[in-house]
């Protein structure tokens, strides 16, 4: 009995250290096999609030469109996109052909949106994500949308205006189409807290009204200084003017319009109304009323001096009465016997009077008359001056708002970007 339990209890033994050995070697498998419980919450939230990657097949269908110009449009949607990360293939076909495949009408309805998505996959060796398609024509609104197949909505829905020779917009376009759909899949993040403190530093304090009232005098200054040197720094050549064929483009309908001009030293400035009186015509209708002061009187001086030419005229048949009745009395002023008796009306002086009353009278009213003669010539100068400087008035103002026409033919082309305005742009 001693032997075999002193073999029973080595053989005991040994099989425990074996498994304390096996024990102890095994023991740190679990804790490597799972990891610790605040590491593994961590690891959960992370993954749950990984982004949206950015990316995806996109099919870019034929753009439809007047002349050929939607064809680099689509040329450069493509590099875009290419050039954000997505995989942009050209498709032959266009919306407006797809839909007919697909049998639907109304392409601008998400549900036939969705069958041409359907109908691109299932006729295509790629698996499509998005596909793009646009409406340009060679003048006046466009469109571009690109849908997403997989949520069956719009992913990007964009309206332009298109002008021609406008070789801007399609640079821009391709550019904000790519990040329009990036921002799509990959919202850009809200601002932080510290940002948010920075901004709101930028603002700034409140004014006075004293002060509000102040800046608004400065920049209503500032922008009449500018345009002041703008205009005078424009200059759209010689414009020619013809008073004739210019007239109806250029005349007013109602009463003359005139403007008073505030100077900087506190004094007004009439500005006359130049365009012309439609219903006076070409020939009267660009007279100033300076003109027709000047005409009024020029006729009053010659009415007068037909007047008085007449009233001589009427007196030297008064004068030749008075002398005739004077030679046929016989009298004479150097025979005093053939003087004749004045007491019958028949003597010299009576006679000899009244002819040179009549003579004086027809000298008095020619001299009057010259007189007017000499004012109506004069009245007439000054009235043709007036003329002349009212008409040549009147081509420095057709010519100077034909200019200003000539450098005012503004368009305006949207820009695209994270935000979205519009550019100005002068076409001489």
Same mark, same amino acid.
């Given at each position: ?314 007196? %030297?048949?008064?004068?030749?009465? #008075?002398?005739?009745? /004077?030679?046929? =009395?016989? &009298?004479? @002023?150097?025979?005093? +016997? !053939? *003087? ?59 010519? %100077?708002?034909?200019?200003?026409? #000539?450098?005012?033919? /503004?368009?305006? =082309?949207? &820009?695209? @970007?994270?935000?979205? +305005? !519009? *550019? ?5």
């Amino acid at each position: 009995m001693t032997r075999p339990t002193s073999i029973l209890t080595q053989f005991a033994h040994r099989t425990l250290g074996v498994t304390l050995a096996v024990g102890m070697a095994m023991a740190p498998l679990p804790v490597l096999a799972s990891a610790p419980p605040a590491e593994g919450d961590a690891a959960g939230d992370a993954a749950e609030a990984a982004p949206a990657t950015v990316g995806g097949n996109v099919a870019v269908l034929k753009f439809t469109g007047d002349g050929a110009v939607f064809e680099a449009w689509r040329d450069k949607v493509k590099t875009g996109l290419e050039a954000q990360g997505y995989v942009a293939n050209k498709i032959k076909r266009s919306a407006d052909e797809a839909a007919a495949k697909v049998k639907c009408k109304d392409i601008s309805s998400d549900t036939c949106l969705d069958k041409i998505a359907a109908y691109l996959n299932k006729n295509s060796k790629t698996a499509y994500d998005f596909f793009v398609f646009a409406n340009l024509p060679d003048q006046g609104s466009g469109s571009l949308v690109i849908w997403d197949i997989a949520n069956k909505k719009k992913a990007v829905d964009m309206a332009f205006s298109v002008t021609a020779d406008d070789y801007i917009l399609p640079e821009v376009v391709s550019g904000a189409v790519a990040r329009k759909l990036s921002y799509y899949q990959q919202p850009p993040t809200a601002a932080t807290d510290e940002e948010k403190t920075i901004l709101a530093t930028l603002d700034e304090p409140e004014k006075t009204p004293e002060e509000i009232e102040a800046e608004k005098k400065r920049l209503a200054d500032a922008e009449a200084a500018a345009v002041a040197g703008y205009n005078e720094s424009l200059d759209a050549g010689p414009q020619k003017v013809d008073l004739v064929a210019d007239f109806e483009e250029f005349c007013r309908e109602g009463k003359r319009e005139d403007k008073e001009i505030a100077n900087p030293d506190g004094t007004t400035t009439k500005e006359r109304d130049l365009r012309p009186k439609c219903s006076r015509g070409p020939a009267f209708g660009y007279w100033q009323p300076r003109a027709w002061v000047a005409l009024t009187l020029t006729l009053g001086s010659a009415v007068t001096m037909g007047a008085m030419y007449g009233l001589a005229a009427a007196s %030297r048949s008064q004068w030749n009465d #008075a002398n005739t009745a /004077l030679t046929d =009395a016989g &009298v004479s @002023g150097v025979d005093p +016997g !053939a *003087a004749g008796d004045c007491s019958s009306g028949e003597c010299y002086a009576d006679l000899a009077g009244a002819a040179s009353e009549a003579s004086s009278q027809v000298r008095s009213r020619a001299i009057v008359g010259d007189v007017f003669l000499g004012s109506t010539v004069l009245l007439a100068g000054v009235l043709a001056i007036i003329i002349y400087q009212d008409r040549n008035d009147a081509k420095n103002f057709i010519a %100077r708002e034909k200019e200003l026409r #000539a450098v005012s033919n /503004l368009q305006v =082309a949207p &820009v695209f @970007g994270t935000t979205n +305005g !519009a *550019a100005l742009q002068f076409e001489f």
